[in-house]
């Protein structure tokens, strides 16, 4: 053990040294750390423990982390997460997410990162680390509400290894089954210096909604997910470690996950349908490319990472309420309603550079400087059609709009952080960054019922954020902190119409936090609970201007509240865990723009939720184990605009029970069975009050818990 880690990386040495101890390792600050020693309020959730409870997108998991929300519209990846109440209210993201070493998604305005979040598949992840308040300062623009960083597997140069699982589930009113299946292969090319690993994973869901108005749309909701990964990993020396990987991963889907309602909450259909005439389908494709390099030099390690990425997605959604009612009106009479299907592309291709130099862990003063680039392209391309309710043409209304965005954005910054240790006892850490960005826009447009327009926009901003943190060790298992930390979300170019601004600024959010993170009874207790205060100022909302929407800065609000996590371990192999929050999120001030007014409570964040779970892990003896786990988590009501808005809906509470349970034969087989949402509750992730174009109030889009999924696996490792 000791010759081999000699041979590795100072990193790996630490991360090794911090398992090995039982503890959980984290990246939070750029580092490996224990996360019980970092001062910021995070959550961990090991790709072990997505794969016991079956779990297959963000949807599946958040529920167990505290101050998380996640809701879609209909399939992953059409995705919007909020952390600690910040919940966006436009199109861009409040939540910024981290593959590896760097950022994923646009930065810019017009990309709707907001509302489209990569969803990875769980399978080849090592951890999801979730960092709650914003993340301005290491982790830069579009953080402001926190940070959801994937760490993926890393191959492993010492040992060649082999995984692989097939799995099948079944979804409460679906036509047929589910079913998964995925492999993986690391391969040491050069013992202890060189190795490369690849996995593959197919997963192939079944739909469960129809259509109301359209009996050909059957179980529409059916898609299918496919990733696959290469990496490489060479160390020729235990100071240089070079990794290069590459990801790819698409989800096609034929239609939504949504239910519809009429304005009083009943139910369409069986209660299990939508009122689509045209199928509403998402596709989306991801290819992603890094290189990083790591150099200990003894007194500092440097580090370059570069990724190149490359995102394409299109939507369709069916308009007809919003724009086909409208047929009359804008002919006089002379054509009646009609189906306007609504196709969104959506385009990005993102490089990335940071280069960071960081003295060793454990000295008295650790420090952290560093410099960031990123070059983004992005392209939204809109067109509405439209027909007869035959599916003809109707010529003069057809294309009904034609809108093109396309935007560049490049931002500079050079950040810094450091932890002074005073004593064994106290500590302070403190973080600056500043950044710049730079970003192009264009409009175009033409159609029935929009102006020709082909028109530039520019803009640029530069933003300072900090953070301080504060620590004091009440021993070496109990820490205190204190946080103060800022972040930003890069505001653009407006649209060009009359008496519009030019420009949207960047807002800001302003964290203090205290919190406790406890080890009591040799780690038979597990404490960590924050409290926190947030400040959202120069928020980004949408505003009319004249019948056309734009960006604009309006408003104030605070997000305040406690989360926390307790885990007691009261024998071997028995874990038992609650996990909690409770955020009180609102307008500070009124904020027409959005109908809002002072004291209104903020859309899509539940003012309570939790979860509490047992997991039980057993030896049989000869290699053979088994595990036990059974999981309740709950999620009070949520709005779909600010409260004063005339069209505000609120989702129903859920709470959902899931099960799971798995025996491993002789180290190597493992048979897995899960159930999730076991009582089959029909709560919801999110209600909306969809409007036609003139703003009248239609019919309710709602997006359910998934109904009961029973699913078996059988996992091979060699």
Do not use: C
């Not at 994923?104 to 992840?125: E, H, K, Q, W």
């Not at 299946?181 to 490369?196: F, H």
């Not at 009612?325 to 969104?344: M, N, Q, R, W, Y």
């Not at 005073?422 to 029935?448: M, P, V, Y």
């Amino acid at each position: 053990m000791v010759a081999l880690m000699a041979t590795m990386p100072a990193q790996a040495q630490e991360a090794a040294a911090i398992e090995a101890a039982g503890e959980i390792v984290v990246t939070a600050q750029k580092r490996v750390q224990n996360v019980q020693d970092v001062p910021i309020s995070i959550a961990v959730v090991s790709g072990e423990e997505l794969q016991q409870q079956g779990a297959a997108s963000l949807v599946d998991y958040s529920g167990y982390v505290p101050g998380m929300n996640v809701s879609n519209s209909g399939t992953p990846g059409q995705t919007t997460i909020t952390l600690r109440g910040v919940a966006p209210l436009n199109a861009s993201q409040t939540v910024g997410i981290y593959l590896d070493d760097a950022p994923v998604g646009s930065s810019a305005i017009y990309n709707r990162a907001g509302a489209f979040t990569i969803d990875l598949m769980p399978y080849d992840l090592e951890r999801i680390e979730v960092l709650k308040g914003p993340q301005g300062t290491l982790y830069g623009a579009s953080s402001i509400g926190g940070l959801v960083k994937y760490v993926t597997v890393q191959p492993d140069t010492t040992q060649f290894k082999v995984r692989a699982g097939v799995e099948g589930f079944a979804i409460k009113g679906a036509d047929g089954l589910g079913w998964g299946a995925q492999t993986m292969v690391n391969v040491p090319i050069v013992q202890d210096k060189l190795a490369v690993s690849g996995s593959f994973a197919w997963r192939s869901t079944p739909g469960w909604v129809d259509s109301v108005n359209n009996a050909a749309l059957k179980d529409q909701n059916d898609y299918e997910q496919r990733g696959g990964r290469v990496a490489m990993l060479w160390t020729p020396t235990p100071e240089l470690s070079v990794k290069l990987a590459g990801i790819w991963q698409s989800l096609d889907s034929d239609g939504n996950g949504l239910y519809a309602a009429d304005l009083t909450g009943e139910r369409l259909g069986d209660g299990r349908s939508y009122n689509n005439y045209v199928p509403e389908s998402y596709d989306i494709d991801l290819d992603y490319y890094s290189a990083t390099i790591d150099y200990d030099f003894g007194a500092a390690t440097l580090t370059s990472a570069t990724t190149y990425s490359k995102t394409k997605s299109r939507q369709v959604q069916d308009a007809s309420y919003a724009f086909g009612v409208l047929f009359p009106l804008l002919t006089e009479g002379a054509i009646d309603p009609g189906i306007t299907p609504f196709s969104l592309d959506l385009g990005l291709k993102k490089w990335t550079q940071e280069v960071r130099l960081a003295s060793p862990s454990g000295d008295r003063f650790e420090w952290l400087i560093g410099g960031f680039f990123t070059d983004e392209t992005t392209s939204n391309a809109q067109l509405v059609r439209s027909f007869d309710m035959d599916g003809n043409v109707i010529a003069p209304l057809d294309p009904l709009a034609i809108v093109g965005l396309p935007a560049t954005y490049k931002e500079y910054a050079v950040f810094g952080n450091g932890t002074f240790k005073f004593s064994d006892q106290f500590e302070i850490t403190g973080g600056l960054r500043w950044a710049r960005n730079k970003q192009t826009f264009r409009q175009i447009s033409s159609g029935a019922i929009v102006p020709q327009a082909d028109d530039p926009g520019k803009s640029a901003e530069s933003v300072f954020t900090y953070s301080i943190s504060p620590q004091f060790h009440i021993n070496e298992d109990a820490m205190l902190y204190a946080r103060l930390a800022t972040g930003y979300r890069p505001g653009g170019p407006n649209v060009i119409v009359p008496n519009v601004p030019p420009t949207v600024d960047a807002d800001r959010m302003k964290n203090y936090e205290v919190g406790l993170k406890a080890d009591f009874a040799d780690r038979m207790v597990t404490v960590d609970v924050a409290l926190f205060w947030m400040d959202w100022t120069d928020i980004q909302v949408v505003r009319s201007f004249g019948g056309v929407s734009g960006g604009a800065n309006g408003g104030k609000a605070t997000s305040k509240g406690i989360e926390g996590s307790f885990a007691l371990r009261p024998t071997p192999g028995l874990t038992i865990s609650a996990t909690g929050s409770y955020t009180d999120a609102s307008l500070s001030e009124d904020v027409p723009d959005i109908s809002g007014v002072d004291g209104d409570r903020l859309p899509a964040v539940p003012k309570y939720s939790g979860a509490v779970r047992a997991d039980y892990e057993f030896e049989l003896g000869g290699g053979n184990k088994g595990s036990f786990g059974v999981g309740v988590r709950h999620a009070s009501s949520r709005l779909s605009l600010v409260e004063s808005d005339p069209l505000a809906a609120r989702a129903k509470p859920y709470t959902s029970v899931d099960l799971n349970a798995s025996l491993t034969i002789a180290d190597h087989w493992t048979v897995r069975a899960y159930a999730r949402n076991l009582l089959d509750n029909k709560g919801e992730m999110a209600r909306s009050t969809m409007a036609d174009g003139l703003n009248r109030p239609s019919f309710l889009a709602i997006s359910p818990l998934q109904p009961r999924t029973i699913g078996v696996a059988l996992d091979m490792a060699f």
